[in-house]
Nanobody
């Protein structure tokens, strides 16, 4: 198993940037694909970004393309979500998730989840 802990959330203004971190422990992090999801109050959890285990392929939701960047640092067993040009509609709890075999944008296909970190963007 792998354990995931997110950090880096906070309260920012529209147009600001934040970098979220997802620290992994347990089994080797290198074998896992990693994704970020978010859940706004009263809404379904939605896909934000994903990266394959080797970092060779990334995927993004249309709503964040060009603004968010997902990455992995194998040496630190940590994944990141760099969020630029934040908008009030980006306000949500952000979760990182991990899975093996095939990268996915579907939340029900991820086996391991962190506890989430709150991001609030004021206008």
């Amino acid at each position: 198993q792998v354990q995931l802990v997110e950090s880096g959330g906070g309260l920012v203004q529209a147009g600001d940037s934040l970098r979220l971190s997802c620290a992994a422990s347990g089994r080797s992090f290198t074998r896992y694909h990693v994704a970020w999801f978010r859940q706004a109050s009263g809404k379904e959890r939605e896909f934000v970004a994903a990266i394959t285990w080797d970092g060779g392929t990334t995927r993004y939701a249309d709503s964040v393309k060009g603004r968010f960047t997902i990455s992995k640092d194998y040496a630190k067993s940590t994944a990141y979500l760099q969020m630029n040009s934040l908008k009030p509609e980006d306000t949500a709890v952000y979760y990182c998730a991990a899975k093996e075999i095939v990268v996915s944008t579907r939340k029900d296909e991820y086996d391991y989840w962190g506890q989430g970190t709150q991001v609030t963007v004021s206008s």
